[in-house]
């Protein structure tokens, strides 16, 4: 378990243990309990932003020197060595990512873009393209059902689509060919619920909460490469669509997430 995931996981644990207290209270002080929330959640988010940027160029440096000292004195170096030079290069890399990675998951509520009425069929079309190569190399098959028009982040919502499909033809058994069905449908309040679906390797009940934690891989690295940043990332954005993403899934069927964007979005949410 590293670093960064066990920050995350005290995070999550302490605000469960403040959602708890906050309902011993009474309404008089919900308010301000809310209040104080909010604050230290902005302020470790903050606190999240400015030691990734930071930690981001003494990573960077020790990964070019790594390579060039490599580059330089490769000839004298013994296999051994070399295997250690790849070694720290390929672990400072890892933490390059992850660094970027928290970057990018603490600025996700401070710097998206404004709510807009667009096509969810465009966005994914959009992701379709990204992905094309992937899509073309793994033979995936596609099923796409018309998808409605929504207000929200165009940006952010590409991300979980792109997250969802990417996640569909990498997590799969080796010679297994993908396959990805995608639909919607208007839930009885007006919401609207989309689902992915695919025929990979599955998900073990007792890890549907796990596989939404920053930086957790349920897979050895050594079989789908990643840092487990994904799933966090569309949670993260679906809920600042006041929505909800889960996941229906057994080992060997496949996986299903289903999206559930609310009847009314917030059209003055902050960026």
Same mark, same amino acid.
């Given at each position: 378990?590293?670093?960064?995931?066990?920050?995350?996981?005290?995070?999550?644990?302490?605000?469960?243990?403040?959602?708890?207290?906050?309902?011993?209270?009474?309404?008089?002080?919900? !308010?301000?309990?809310?209040?104080?929330?909010?604050?230290?959640?902005?302020e470790f988010e903050?606190?999240?932003?400015?030691?990734?940027?930071?930690?981001?160029?003494?990573?960077?440096?020790?990964?070019?020197?790594?390579?060039?000292?490599?580059?330089?004195?490769?000839?004298?170096?013994?296999?051994?060595?070399?295997?250690?030079?790849?070694?720290?290069?390929?672990?400072?890399?890892?933490?390059?990512?992850?660094?970027?990675?928290?970057?990018?998951?603490?600025?996700?509520?401070?710097?998206?873009?404004?709510?807009?009425?667009?096509?969810?069929?465009?966005?994914? !079309?959009?992701?379709?393209?990204?992905?094309?190569?992937?899509?073309?190399?793994?033979?995936?098959?596609?099923?796409?059902?018309?998808?409605?028009?929504?207000?929200?982040?165009?940006?952010?919502?590409?991300?979980?689509?792109?997250?969802? *499909?990417?996640?569909? *033809? /990498?997590?799969?058994?080796?010679?297994?060919?993908?396959?990805?069905?995608?639909?919607?449908?208007?839930?009885?309040?007006?919401?609207?619920?989309?689902?992915v679906r695919d025929?990979?390797?599955?998900?073990?009940?007792?890890?549907?909460?796990? *596989?939404?934690?920053?930086?957790?891989?349920?897979?050895?690295?050594?079989?789908?490469?990643?840092?487990?940043?994904?799933?966090?990332?569309?949670? /993260?954005?679906? !809920?600042?669509? /006041?929505?909800?993403?889960?996941?229906?899934?057994?080992?060997?069927?496949?996986?299903?997430?289903?999206? *559930?964007?609310?009847?009314?979005?917030?059209?003055?949410?902050?960026?």
């Open positions: 378990m590293n670093f960064f995931y066990r920050v995350f996981k005290s995070i999550k644990m302490w605000q469960k243990d403040v959602e708890t207290s906050y309902e011993k209270y009474s309404e008089l002080t919900r !308010e301000q309990l809310v209040e104080q929330l909010s604050k230290v959640t902005a903050c606190f999240a932003y400015i030691v990734s940027h930071d930690l981001q160029a003494p990573l960077r440096s020790i990964v070019s020197f790594s390579k060039l000292l490599k580059d330089r004195h490769q000839n004298s170096f013994d296999e051994k060595s070399n295997r250690f030079f790849n070694f720290i290069i390929d672990s400072a890399s890892h933490l390059q990512g992850m660094v970027e990675g928290l970057l990018l998951y603490s600025r996700l509520g401070t710097k998206g873009e404004e709510f807009t009425q667009v096509s969810l069929n465009s966005v994914l !079309e959009q992701v379709i393209r990204n992905s094309i190569e992937e899509i073309t190399q793994s033979k995936t098959i596609l099923h796409i059902q018309h998808l409605p028009d929504r207000v929200c982040d165009p940006a952010q919502i590409k991300t979980v689509l792109q997250v969802l *499909i990417d996640n569909a *033809i /990498k997590f799969q058994t080796a010679g297994h060919v993908p396959e990805i069905w995608i639909d919607s449908e208007f839930g009885d309040d007006k919401s609207c619920v989309v689902r025929n990979g390797i599955g998900i073990a009940p007792n890890k549907f909460n796990e *596989i939404f934690n920053i930086f957790r891989q349920l897979n050895k690295p050594s079989e789908y490469t990643g840092l487990g940043l994904g799933l966090a990332l569309a949670k /993260k954005i679906i !809920e600042r669509h /006041k929505g909800k993403i889960w996941v229906e899934s057994e080992l060997g069927k496949g996986a299903k997430f289903i999206v *559930i964007f609310p009847a009314k979005a917030l059209m003055t949410f902050s960026k």
